[in-house]
């Protein structure tokens, strides 16, 4: 039994989508990312999936990340596993390197903190001793003068 599940966001384009192109989007979580297979289920002809494929390019992009925020709850529970195992666990560093990833592409990602301590001790803030501009050879006009009537 084979179960298609939207995994489109509802609200981020505006695009209507055809039946055809609807199906290949369902078709590729349930092929896991096969777009060829993905294709042919839809009713594509062959050769037409690398056409379909860009013309659905930002639906892909957006079924991709919600793909990989479904797996992050799982990528947090690996990461808590492998803490909490007392067993060696086989290939445990590229587990540890995949659920990172995924959760850094989710925006999960590691905080750091700077602590900042400033006491100010007076509301004095010195500045650098002004120099006077000399200017040579400038031709000016004398606003100052009265005019007589």
Same mark, same amino acid.
């Given at each position: 039994m084979v179960v298609i599940m939207n995994l489109?966001? &509802?609200?981020?384009t505006n695009r209507n989508l055809t039946d055809k192109q609807q199906s290949f989007l369902d078709n590729l979580v349930t092929t896991e990312g096969d777009f060829k297979k993905s294709a042919e289920l839809a009713g594509y002809s062959g050769g037409n999936h690398y056409q379909v494929l860009k013309s659905l390019k930002e639906e892909v992009v957006d079924l991709a990340s919600d793909v990989l925020a479904r797996s992050a709850p799982k990528a947090a529970f690996k990461l808590v596993e492998m803490i909490d195992s007392n067993k060696p666990i086989p290939q445990a560093s590229q587990k540890l390197n995949a659920?990172?990833? %995924?959760?850094?592409?989710v925006g %999960?990602?590691?905080?750091?903190? *700077?602590? *900042?301590?400033?006491? *100010?001790?007076?509301?004095?803030? %010195?500045?650098?001793e002004k120099h006077s501009v000399v200017v040579e050879d400038a031709e000016y006009i004398d606003i100052t003068? &009265?005019?007589e009537e």
């Open positions: 489109l966001p &509802d609200k981020k659920a990172q990833t %995924i959760l850094d592409r %999960i990602a590691k905080t750091e903190r *700077v602590q *900042v301590d400033h006491n *100010v001790q007076g509301g004095i803030f %010195i500045l650098p003068t &009265d005019k």
